[in-house]
């Protein structure tokens, strides 16, 4: 498997942990439940239309979202410091809260590098939301965290 793949995988198991986390939250359905079915009936489908879904890396998958679960206390109190004043991460869209939680997992409990994770939750921020607001403020908070979290990756 080329390099080029096995990033395209992680990518996709990105796009994927956010989407479980989301279904977890809006459902309350457990961990268990959700990557059970992701794994059974998402990673490589194909629908009516002809779309197909990616293959996603399956265990850095399991990573995020177990891991978001785990943290997620230190995760939301690491959001709720790099928001404004006043807006608490239970008033931010349920979708971009589930980034956060999935991207956090990755800045506190994961080894990626904290640039690697800002731009490729950005670009699951765009593949959710088309009108460019949303990515930039995911930008600005994942920014804010990745500082906080892991400052050595900062500097110079």
């Known amino acids: ?5 096995k990033k395209q995988m992680r990518s996709a ?6 989407q479980a986390l989301f279904q977890m939250e809006t459902s309350g359905q457990t961990v268990e439940r ?13 629908f009516e239309d002809g779309t197909e879904m990616a293959e996603g890396d399956l265990k850095h998958f399991r990573s995020l979202v177990s891991e978001a679960v785990n943290w997620q206390a230190k995760i939301d109190q690491l959001t709720d410091r790099a928001l404004v004043a006043k807006w608490p991460i239970d008033r931010i869209d349920p979708v971009i809260r ?3 939680r999935a991207a956090g997992a990755e800045l506190v409990a994961l080894d990626t590098p904290p640039k690697v994770v800002i731009n490729e939750f950005v670009d699951v921020a765009k593949a959710f939301f088309d009108d460019g607001k949303e990515p930039k403020f995911v930008n ?10 892991k400052p050595q990756a900062f500097t110079a």
């Open 1 to 5: 498997m080329s390099k080029a793949d």
């Open 13 to 18: 198991a990105r796009y994927f942990a956010t």
């Open 98 to 100: 589930a980034l956060f």
């Open 34 to 46: 959700v990557v059970r079915e992701f794994e059974s009936h998402r990673f490589g489908e194909v």
């Open 140 to 149: 600005a908070v994942l920014d804010h965290m990745a500082r906080e979290e």
